[in-house]
């Protein structure tokens, strides 16, 4: 799972062009697409996980950046 998308929670799909464009058009707020959590602990967990992935993902970079090639 190392999407980057995952450490934002707010919308279910990583919005678009065409997304940004229509909810200029969109004043109602239909095309709004949020994720909704049953309570604040599962959104809690969802979230904190969602952290440690992205901290995961900072992290293989920058060991495949700065470590030296030998000890791969």
Same mark, same amino acid.
């Given at each position: ?5 995952? &450490?934002?929670?707010? @919308?279910? /799909?990583?919005?678009?062009?065409? !997304?940004?464009? +229509?909810?200029?058009? %969109?004043?109602?707020?239909?095309? &709004?697409?949020?994720? @909704?959590? /049953?309570?604040?602990?599962?959104? !809690?967990?969802? +979230?904190?996980?969602? %952290? ?21």
């Amino acid at each position: 799972m190392s999407n980057p998308i995952h &450490s934002f929670r707010l @919308f279910k /799909k990583r919005p678009s062009f065409i !997304d940004g464009v +229509s909810s200029i058009i %969109d004043h109602s707020n239909l095309g &709004s697409r949020y994720n @909704f959590d /049953k309570t604040e602990k599962e959104a !809690d967990v969802k +979230s904190l996980y969602a %952290d440690w992935l992205a901290v995961g993902e900072d992290m293989k970079k920058a060991i495949n950046t700065y470590a030296p090639k030998e000890s791969r």
